[in-house]
């Protein structure tokens, strides 16, 4: 784990990359970051986590690190032993995790559920999606208190990593570590989710910070169920994420076999290769995010 830092004293912000090591993005962002070397109004922690995995460019060693947390630092893998120190050096942090994926090239971010954090910050990241995990986050490092994650794109690509540098200095904006902005720490008032809004949708969490601008209108996705696949030699997905499936529409294939919708759902994190069992996860929307 290589830790840098941005400004003089504690940090309190805090950017991870390279927690999958096939997923390059984030630690070319943190190099571009430290690059640039731009004055910070708040300290700022810079980690790459998997540098073993990163420089195997494999996703792991031993162990998925991003379901390996909390960690134990008598853990049997390397993955486990890393994961708890992970969470050491990110306490008292409000964190922002950087991912790639093969499910979409549009960016997006994703908590594991919209809290003050998620309200007050994701609306500043240039995404317009947020997809809420709830109860299928187990392991992942968004358990971790005051952490966003953001899939930058496609895995592999320039334009995942050019993402992922605009998502980091829209992160620090946000929480008030580069000139110009406001921290983004005070949670809204009188907000519930699912709340009623004007345009007949709910409107999840208002007053968000700002950095001088308008926030971005971010559609809000919660998880439902995974949406597992049999083995098979060769998979086809049919449907874009983030985009309504009709009952009875087909989604996916493997091996030829054709899967078609019981009821209706939006495809998230959906990928003919992208999990080894599953062909991604099936979601409600369930409202916006918004100014």
Known sequence: MRIRQLGTGVPEVAVVAGIHGDEPCGPRAVERLLAADPDVERPVKLIVAN????????RYTEEDLNRAFPGDPNGDTHESQLAHHLMAELEGCTALALHSTQSTAEPFAVAETVDEIARAIVPHLSVTKLLQTEGLAEGRLIRHPHTIEVECGLQGTD???????????GFLAATGALPDATPA???????????????????IGADAASDGGTAAHVEVF??????????????EVFVENF???????????????????????????????????????????????DD
Not at 159 to 169: G, K, M, S
Not at 185 to 203: F, I, M, N
């Open 243 to 289: 985009t309504e499936v009709a009952v009875g529409e087909r989604f996916a294939a493997a091996d030829g076999e054709v899967f078609t919708a019981d009821t209706s759902f939006y495809p998230a994190l959906m990928s003919p290769y992208g999990y080894a069992d599953l062909f991604g996860y099936a979601a409600d929307r369930v409202g916006v995010l």
């Open 185 to 203: 720490t005070a949670a809204p008032s009188g907000v519930t989710d699912r709340e009623s809004a004007s345009d007949g949708e709910s409107d």
């Open 159 to 169: 334009e995942a990593a050019e993402n992922a540098y605009r998502l980091v200095r």
């Open 51 to 58: 540098e073993e995995a990163l420089e195997a460019g494999v």
């Open 222 to 235: 919660e998880l439902v169920d995974p949406v597992p696949k049999p083995p098979a030699d060769e998979y």
